[in-house]
C-alpha cells in the first residue's frame, strides 16, 4: 500500500519494496562507498514518515571513521535539510503524500551528505597527522633550514602547485615532498599537482608520501606522475635522492 503511495510520488520507476522497517525506496543519491542511499516510509498518523534508518552514520562507521564525528555531522546536516534526528537516523513527518516526494529526496540527499561530509573530515584531519609525521622524518634527515613547508612551484600549466614541503640537498636538488591519503579527494588534488609538476627542470625530485593503502586504481594513476612513497620508506629513499640526485 505504502509503495503505491510511494511511486504515486515519486514516478512508477521508483525501485520500492515492503520490509520490517518500512516501505524501502532505493534513491539516486549515494554514499562514499558508491552503494546508494535507501529510505523507509512508514505511516504516521494520516501523513508518512521518513527515514534513513541509520544509513548516514552506519556508512560512515564501515569507513572507519569517528563515531563523536559521525554524529555531530549528522545533527549539522539534519538542521540544513530541516529534518529531526532520532535513534542516530535522519528523519522527516510530512502530513499527506504532497510531502512525500520532497521528504524522501531531502532524507535521501542529507544522509549521503553526512557521509561525505565525515569522510572528507576524517580524510582531513588523518592527513593532517601524515603531514606532522612527514615533517619528523624529514628533520632527521635534513637541517631545518634545508626544509621549507607549504611550498609553492609553478607548473607547466603556469598554475602555481602546492607541496607539503621542499627539502634542499647540498647539490641543489630539491625534493618536493605532498602527503596522500586513500580518500578520492586527496588522490584527485594530489595527482594534478604531481601531473603538473611532471618534467620540470632539471633539479626536482617529488614523491607521494602515503601510511594507509590507497587502492589499486589510485595507486596506478598516482604512479603514472609521482613516486609513491610509503612513511616507513621515507628515510632511506629521500637520504638517497639528497645524496645522489
Not at 70 to 99: C, F, G, M, Q
Not at 149 to 167: K, L, P, Q
Amino acid at each position: 500500500m505504502i509503495c503505491e503511495d510511494i511511486r504515486a510520488a515519486m514516478g512508477a520507476g521508483e525501485i520500492c519494496e515492503d520490509t520490517e522497517a518500512g516501505a524501502r525506496v532505493v534513491t539516486h543519491c549515494l554514499y562514499p562507498s558508491f552503494d546508494p542511499v535507501s529510505v523507509y516510509v512508514t505511516k504516521f498518523g494520516d501523513g508518512y514518515r521518513v527515514s534513513d534508518s541509520g544509513g548516514a552514520v552506519r556508512n560512515a562507521w564501515m569507513g572507519g571513521r569517528d563515531e563523536g564525528l559521525s554524529n555531530r555531522t549528522l545533527t549539522k546536516e539534519a538542521a540544513r535539510y530541516h529534518l529531526k534526528v532520532s535513534n542516530h537516523a535522519l528523519v522527516a513527518d510530512v502530513p499527506s503524500i504532497d510531502w512525500l516526494r520532497a521528504a524522501i529526496l531531502a532524507v535521501a540527499n542529507a544522509s549521503a551528505a553526512v557521509a561525505h561530509t565525515a569522510l572528507g573530515k576524517a580524510a582531513a584531519a588523518a592527513e593532517g597527522e601524515l603531514k606532522d609525521r612527514i615533517r619528523e622524518a624529514l628533520r632527521h634527515i635534513a637541517p631545518a633550514n634545508r626544509i621549507g613547508e607549504d611550498v609553492e612551484i609553478i607548473g607547466r600549466s603556469g598554475d602555481s602547485r602546492h607541496f607539503d614541503y621542499a627539502v634542499k640537498s647540498d647539490n641543489d636538488n630539491t625534493l618536493l615532498l605532498n602527503a596522500v591519503s586513500p580518500h578520492p579527494n586527496s588522490v584527485a588534488a594530489k595527482y594534478v599537482v604531481f601531473a603538473d609538476t611532471k618534467g620540470l627542470d632539471v633539479g626536482y625530485s617529488r614523491f607521494a608520501v602515503y601510511d594507509r593503502p590507497l587502492e589499486k586504481g589510485s595507486m596506478s594513476l598516482m604512479m603514472e606522475v609521482v613516486e609513491l612513497v610509503p612513511l616507513k620508506a621515507l628515510d632511506p629513499k629521500a637520504r638517497r635522492v639528497l645524496i645522489h640526485a
